[in-house]
């Protein structure tokens, strides 16, 4: 039989053939399965069809006779599909999506049944949303909870069910989920962004954000993950030494795929195409078996969604090749975690992308005006975009010398520091025209060769403009998207807001011209913002050194980084645009605490059973063959058996003092929980975890990675880094 260990090295030679079919033209499967423009004009009355789009695009209440039309036709549409049940599909704040299918099957009496699927069914739902998180709005205020069509998502079919991307609130509004907030973040974004745009054109009337993600993540076999409980029940490895070969070769990156990785990744994409997932990239990433994956961006909700999509069906598909998908951000220690690149950028509705450069000086302007005012927003907001992005396992990467350091920071590049620094020196007031002329040849002029030619990297900043978006890397792979979005949105819409206050208020009071208004305060938003521009090396010390210098927050535990959240500048940010009214702030800093201190408590436990029963028993066992091993000697050479012993007693005590380190560094840990446990209050309850219990962890893999490294192969139970990483 041997250890399970052995069974499932064993198991993991078996792998499954999915064929998958490659002659099917993928533009062909795309957006097949998705209630998208084509299938509603197919489907849907003219009048329906109008109502859908006006509500897409001006953000219009669809009324309760057309949302019958849009039922039935989206109903027919889902029955051609193969659809059976329908879901309102939504993402509360545990952090995947959820999913409630009712049948359309409905019996009418007489031994008849019909399929039914109506408009207040589209609209509107009441799951029994008692077991998702609300952080006590529910209890305060109402028992139940409904989720609410956006029809700013298209409905889609996945497997047998038509699902309907919906909004998930309170009875008395408050926000349940993560798309409330984004889609008022974008709706704040968008008023305030389109005001600003119309000084340069002004048939602007729309500016959406656009999101384009960059999906890292681990593909592992699944027999051998699933012999591993911390894997199962934590989405990483707890313990495990080191394999002697890791990623210093740097031979995986870009190389080629291995062939079961690119049959799991033909066949996502497939699935991805179906579901008018627009994914366009894939690749070997830096770490054995850790891969990425990368659409065209789209319109922010739109990918969020897409991205919440994308996890799900990951896993689901991985099952069918015998594989398992790792989205934590530090699955294995030692070698590279995963991120979730977010590159974020705002188009107009006449298709300008505002970060981007223009033909004219004037778009140019435009550009440095969003640019600009986007980095302003983050230098005044660092501290908050950093709690967006705040999780127990993204801890894990910020700052762990390998991925984006804690501290928020910008790069720009030589070639546009330089640009701010000329625009610094423009004069105050009014511009003379030859000062113009020389702006807007000279610098402005200068930024679409700028930009085009921006090579110029780098890679350990948290949040670089690569060219024509701003690309924040910090966010990590397990998170939605959502969070990090909408404070995003949200700080830039302000941002531009106060920028507008202020320009017309130079060209009303000072009489100026709109341009040099706009020169006048970029060049006080230049000064104001140094501190968070940083061309250097994000992983150095001297780094920490001079940003804390600059007084940037530098927060490397998730309870730090979400006070953030709660302070009078975030509070009134939030409601002033509003996107979250202090309840739901104070609800969500809760529930994000909360979820902190259970992935910790349960990482305790499993890390505590799995060195008390795999690790302590196998160690015991191969310290009786060691001890009848110096018995047998003993009895071979008696006195003289000293001599030929000697490294046995000396690994048998060695491995006792493991074998007594663990123990007592995992009784201690528990008692540290016990004493966690009893604290009520829930902030002081993540800091107990976070400062107390989670310190345990690496002593006591110290020691049971040694252990590891002592022990008989044979006899050792758990699947090993060099299986997980190099089975393929
Ligand atoms: P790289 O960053 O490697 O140069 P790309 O420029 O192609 O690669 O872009 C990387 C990601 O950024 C892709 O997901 C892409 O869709 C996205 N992206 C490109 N332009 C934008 C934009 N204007 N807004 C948001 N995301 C964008
Ligand atoms: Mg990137």
Known sequence: MGTIRTQALLASQQKPQVKIDESVRRSDLFGKNVF??????????KEAYKSVLDATENGSKIDRKLAEHIAAGMKLWALSKGATHYTHWFQPLTGSSAEKHDAFFEPVGGGLAIEKFDGGQLVQQEPDASSFPSGGIRNT??????TAWDPTSPAFVYGTTLCIPTVFVSYTGEALDYKTPLLRSLQALDGAATAVAKYFDKNVKKVIATLGWEQEYFLIDKSLATARPDIVLTGRALLGHS????????????????IRALNFMRDLEQECMLLGIPVKTRHNEVAPNQFELAPIFEEANLAVDHNTLLMDIMGKVADRHGLKVLLHEKPFSGINGSGKHNNFSMATDTGVNLLGPGK????????????INTIKAVNENEELLRASIASASNDHRLGANEAPPAIISVFIGDQLSKV???????????LSPEEKTELKLNVVGKIPEILLDNTDRNRTSPFAFTGNKFEFRAVGSSANCANPMTVLSAIVAKQLTVFKAEVDDLVTRKDMKKDDAIFNILREYIKQSKRIIFEGDGYSDAWEKEAAKRGLSNNKTTPKALKANISKKSISLFEELGILNPIEIHARYEIELEAYTKKIQIEGRVIGDIARNHVIPTAINYQNKLISNVQGLKDIFAKDFEKYAQEQINLIKEISEHIEAINSNVTNMTEARKAANNIEDTEAKAYAYCDEVRPYFEVIRYHCDKLEILIDDELWTLVKYRE????R
């Open 420 to 430: 701010l620094d000329d625009l610094e020196n423009v004069s105050d007031g009014k």
């Open 36 to 45: 998208n423009d084509q299938a509603m004009r197919q489907y849907l009355s």
């Open 360 to 371: 004219t000086p004037m778009s140019n302007l435009q550009f440095l005006t969003f640019f």
């Open 724 to 727: 997980l990483l190099f089975t």
């Open 243 to 258: 394999p002697a070969k890791g990623q210093q070769l740097e031979d995986h990156y870009f190389g080629s795929i291995p």
């Open 141 to 146: 205020f109402e028992a139940r909870g409904y």
